[in-house]
């Protein structure tokens, strides 16, 4: 291997690394608009800690409690919100919103895949 090729490899070697399986920190949104998560399913990994940082689009609060994955409820405004989980268990664990938001409440969901 030549010197241009090998520090080609170290380079494409390190991006790989550089870059995580599973995201530490996400962003979600609360759309009060379209009644919606964004994303509306987040894969976490078991025993690694996540940031999650909520925020809503202004207007009406919402709220989730996930206690298979270790969020309490939260409050989401347009102020935002961070918490950080770390899931105890593999599985999948549906979410949806826990504060009654408007016409479109009842369909604000999402879920969490811990693997
Ligand atoms: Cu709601």
Redesign the pocket.
């Known amino acids: 291997m030549n010197r241009i090729a090998l520090v080609a490899g170290l380079v494409a070697g390190s991006l790989v690394l550089a870059a995580p399986a599973f995201a530490r920190d996400v962003d979600i949104t609360a759309n009060g608009h379209t009644f919606a998560f964004s994303p509306n399913v987040v894969t976490l990994k078991k025993g690694v800690p996540t940031t999650l940082h909520f925020k809503a689009t202004p207007g009406a609060p ?2 989730l409690a996930v206690p298979g994955i270790g969020l309490a409820n939260t409050v989401i405004t347009s102020a935002g919100t961070t918490v950080t989980v770390t899931p105890k268990k593999a599985g999948t664990f549906p979410a949806n ?1 826990t ?4 016409a479109g ?1 009842d369909h ?1 969901a999402m879920k969490f895949v811990v693997k």
């Open positions: 919402h709220g919103c504060i009654v938001c408007g409440h604000m």
